[in-house]
């Protein structure tokens, strides 16, 4: 496996284009950055925990009207973590580690914990219907393991959105490969 990634990497984009905040060209558009977040599986989340260290879970997630939402249960260390300290990062990706086609989003925000079941209801459904689209006995048995009593929703406020849509720049560098998207 670690050969299979070596393979993938190539120095010379990283030396080029490896920080997109030097870079606007390969910032993502907000319909760019909006269908990552509808299609992307995962969410890194991170999190202080209560000696001060950074922390990052990976996450299911779901966006409700243009905000990104997951859950946690009340008492776990993440919650904790939320009330003492709400900022957090969370990233996401295409999840392609060939650097011509990577895009992803890191969005700097503070965690609001929503304790309300009605609101936790709605976010665990988004989750259900985003992960098993279609699939209603997968749908119901996703369900009941998240619609559980000490379920809070989570929402982050955005503070910064940082991202980065390698292709972009791909496309502009002459004997580069064909860019995506």
């Known amino acids: 496996m670690a050969d299979d990634l ?4 190539r120095p010379e984009v990283v030396d080029r284009w490896g920080d997109p ?4 060209e390969t910032t993502m558009t907000a319909a760019a950055i ?7 599986g995962e969410l890194y989340l991170s999190h202080h925990t209560s000696d001060d260290f950074p922390m990052v879970t990976v996450h299911f997630f779901c966006v409700l009207d243009g905000v990104v939402w997951t859950t946690t249960v009340r008492g776990r260390a993440k919650e904790k973590a939320f009330r003492r300290d ?3 990062c969370l990233c ?5 580690l ?10 700097k925000a503070r965690a609001q914990l929503v304790e309300d079941r009605d609101a936790v209801r709605r976010v665990c459904q988004a989750q259900v219907e985003k992960y098993f689209p279609g699939d209603r006995k997968r749908q119901q ?3 009941a393991a998240l619609d559980t009593p000490n379920r809070v929703a989570v929402r982050f406020e955005p503070i910064k959105v940082i991202s980065w849509d390698l ?7 002459p004997g580069a490969p064909a860019a995506q998207g």
């Not at 070596?6 to 990497?9: C, N």
């Not at 905040?21 to 606007?24: Q, S």
Request: glycine share 4%; hydrophobic share 40%.
């Open 86 to 88: 709400p900022r957090t």
């Open 34 to 40: 909006a269908e990552l977040l509808a299609t992307a």
């Open 21 to 24: 905040a030097k870079h606007p």
């Open 167 to 173: 292709r972009r720049s791909m496309r502009r560098q």
């Open 92 to 96: 996401v990706s295409n999840g392609d």
């Open 6 to 9: 070596l393979d993938k990497i």
């Open 98 to 107: 060939t650097m011509s086609k990577t895009a992803g989003v890191a969005i």
């Open 141 to 143: 048995t996703f369900m």
